[in-house]
């Protein structure tokens, strides 16, 4: 067994999402490979990922801007930014939450994303939280 497919078999046994707390920010992720929207014969695969924003913390919280860091297994790396996700700046009083889906493509059969969004509280002090590094795995590795 190589070290690549050893790395990938431990990723596949393991959950490959993410769960991660900053600054009273929850973040929870979870990836799905979509063979329908991938080709592996012409090096196309592709994921979606759910992600939801819960404001565990005690002070209303508007996520501003976002950065995504995208490494495929073969350390190809990728940054993307941008304001807010899919469109919105979701405004966060505390305990409420923020659902959205997104995709991602890669030319590799397996790769990583990880990142951190920009959130402002009500006196307009920023602020980053994390989201945890998740797993691309396809199974066609």
């Known amino acids: ?3 690549e497919t050893s790395t990938v078999a431990t990723l596949l046994a393991r959950d490959p999402g993410s769960d991660c707390t900053t600054c009273g920010i929850r973040v929870e992720v979870r990836p799905a490979f979509l063979p329908d929207r991938s080709d592996p014969a012409l090096g196309r695969f592709t994921w979606s990922y759910r992600i939801t924003i819960t404001n565990r913390g005690d002070r209303r919280a508007r996520l501003l801007r976002r950065h995504w860091i995208i ?3 073969d350390g190809n790396r990728h940054d993307v930014e ?3 996700v899919v469109g919105h700046q979701p405004d ?3 305990d409420q939450r ?3 889906s997104s995709f991602c493509p890669l030319e590799y059969p397996w790769g990583t994303m990880e990142g951190e969004y920009t959130f402002e509280d009500e006196q307009g002090d920023e602020f980053r939280v ?3 590094r998740f797993f691309l795995v396809s199974p066609h590795v």
């Open 98 to 100: 923020f659902e959205y």
């Open 1 to 3: 067994m190589s070290a």
């Open 92 to 94: 966060l009083a505390p």
């Open 82 to 84: 941008g304001e807010g």
């Open 130 to 132: 994390q989201v945890g």
């Open 71 to 73: 490494v495929d297994g």
